[in-house]
């Protein structure tokens, strides 16, 4: 069936490295791949995705990158700062699923000042 | 615009009982799509709504349901409650009728059941 593994579950960094998170999906028909990020007590909110039909995108400090052939792809935050703690989860979903998105497990980030 | 927002935010029930909770999309979003976040699975998915038409369903037992107004707004009720539904539910909704279309999220209702 469909999955989404995710990995690490955790991840200690210090302020300003890189931190580093990569999920594999199941499904080949998979074509959108969104990252959340979730704050104590708050709602996911989206921070960056990517469609099958590209290999990299950035923003800023987050960039994601999707190996189709392997199926997996990746976050990566440069320059992290203390307000990125928080749990990441990443997610995939196909065109003809409609909104139905299948999480990773989530990776909870600390960065030490 | 208005995010996603969902009432009660918060719910205490005991077993046995049933239990409604509503989301209301942001303003010209169709979809709208439900998920169930607990500290041991993670966030699942649950069903997906679109001009009021259950378009997709995750593997959840049939006391879990949900419906869809013609403004859009969406409600599920999960009967007979067990106390393995506590759990934070999620909302999301997203304007195309696609997959590849970006789900925003509401804040959740938190349900406890005793």
């Known amino acids: 069936g469909e999955n989404v593994e995710q990995h690490p579950s955790t991840l200690s960094v210090q302020e300003g490295d890189s931190a580093v998170i990569k999920c594999t999906y199941s499904d080949s028909a998979s074509n959108y791949f969104p990252w959340y990020k979730q704050e104590l007590g708050k709602r996911p909110q989206l921070i960056i995705d990517?469609?099958?039909?590209?290999g990299e995108k950035k923003d800023q400090r987050i960039a994601v990158t999707l190996n189709k052939t392997a199926k997996h792809f990746s976050l990566h935050i440069t320059e992290t700062q203390p307000e990125d703690s928080a749990v990441y989860f990443c997610?995939?979903?196909?065109?003809?699923?409609?909104?139905?998105?299948?999480f990773g497990q989530g990776t909870e980030l600390s960065v030490k000042p | 615009k208005a995010g996603v927002t969902q009432t009660p935010r918060y719910l205490i029930k005991t077993r046995g009982q049933q239990v409604t909770l509503s989301c209301s999309p942001i303003s010209g979003h169709r979809s709208v799509s439900w998920y169930q976040q607990t500290p041991g699975q993670g966030l699942q998915f649950l069903f997906e709504?679109?001009?009021?038409?259950?378009?997709n369903k995750g593997n959840f037992p049939g006391r879990f349901s949900g419906r869809q107004f013609s403004n859009s707004r969406s409600e599920m009720n999960v009967s007979t409650l067990e106390l393995g539904d506590s759990a934070l539910y999620l909302c999301a909704s997203s304007f195309l009728d696609s997959g590849s279309d970006t789900q925003y999220f509401g804040p959740g209702t938190r349900l406890t059941v005793l």
């Open positions: 709504y679109f001009s009021e038409t259950q378009r």
């Open positions: 990517i469609r099958s039909n590209v």
């Open positions: 997610a995939a979903s196909k065109g003809n699923q409609g909104g139905k998105l299948i």
